[in-house]
């Protein structure tokens, strides 16, 4: 399984960008995708995770500030009013029982 993100980027605080994740390959049927993201220093932590029925999944610090979708296995991540904390590399996953696959990761830096 290979998951291309796309959409990273440099953007002002207050400002939205929109990333988005493409599986290929191999695909389980039944899978949930999602996104997390590491910040200087931190460990890698969920941003958002839906399933393939629909179903997503905020962290309660990400509720209202992010939006997940999904077409089939494509994955969108909406994020509004961007704050320069929000600085990360976001990684795309795909996970299905045992099995978790990563993006390479997408660069967004909010500058202030």
């Known amino acids: 399984v290979q998951l291309q993100a796309s959409g990273g980027g440099l953007v002002q605080a207050g400002g939205s960008l929109r990333l988005s994740c493409a599986a290929s390959?191999?695909?389980?049927?039944?899978?949930?995708m999602g996104w997390y993201r590491q910040r200087p220093e931190r460990q890698r932590e969920l941003v958002a995770s839906?399933?393939?029925?629909?179903t997503t999944t905020y962290p309660d610090s990400m509720k209202g500030h992010v939006t997940i979708s999904r077409d089939k296995d494509t994955v969108n991540l909406q994020m509004n009013s961007l704050k320069p904390e929000d600085t990360a590399v976001y990684y795309c996953n795909l996970a299905n029982g045992p099995y978790n696959f990563w993006g390479q990761g997408t660069l967004v830096t909010v500058s202030s």
């Open positions: 390959g191999k695909i389980f049927s039944i899978n949930d």
């Open positions: 839906i399933t393939e029925g629909g």
